[in-house]
């Protein structure tokens, strides 16, 4: 029987999407390229970029300024607080939270219940 997810992504403003070093691997920038209908090289220059993280070389996804934490991957509606790309979204994302909770969402649902504040939004 399939266990239930224990988060409920509609109800965040999608703290996930907003941190710096989303990964992207060969076969991510060739789905991106396919989604957009654009050449594998011009996905990559646009929609990625060349990052040192941990002692590590790695491309991430191009990030923009957001309303509500510093900043969010480019793909991301900060209107409606979700993915605009989902089937072309890297396998990251496909695999994140990687389980039935979410850790940000149970520390967002604490702390609502808390400030008594159903939409509140807790720096992380
Ligand atoms: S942080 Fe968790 S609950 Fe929020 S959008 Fe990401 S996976 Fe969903
Ligand atoms: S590609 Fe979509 S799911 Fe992945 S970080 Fe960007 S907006 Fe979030």
């Keep these: 029987m399939a266990t239930?997810?224990?988060?409920?992504?509609?109800?965040?403003?999608?703290?996930?999407?907003?941190y710096?070093?989303?990964e992207?691997?060969?076969?991510?920038?060739?789905?991106l390229a396919k989604h957009h209908g654009v050449a594998v090289d011009v996905a990559r220059e646009k929609f990625t970029?060349?990052?040192?993280?941990?002692?590590e070389t790695m491309r991430v996804l191009r990030h923009r300024k957001d309303t509500v934490y510093k900043s969010m991957?480019?793909?991301?509606?900060q209107t409606e607080r979700r993915c605009t790309i989902y089937e072309g979204r890297p396998a990251v994302c496909r695999d994140y939270p990687n389980g039935t909770t979410?850790?940000?969402y149970n520390f967002?649902?604490?702390e609502r219940k808390h400030q008594g504040?159903?939409?509140?939004?807790?720096?992380?």
């Design 49 to 55: 970029k060349q990052v040192e993280h941990e002692g």
């Design 20 to 22: 710096d070093y989303i």
């Design 102 to 104: 979410c850790g940000y």
């Design 4 to 18: 239930k997810n224990t988060y409920d992504c509609a109800k965040c403003p999608g703290y996930c999407c907003s």
């Design 73 to 77: 991957c480019m793909f991301f509606d």
């Design 24 to 31: 992207t691997k060969p076969a991510d920038v060739t789905r």
């Design 117 to 124: 504040d159903k939409d509140f939004i807790p720096s992380a």
């Design 108 to 110: 967002l649902k604490f």
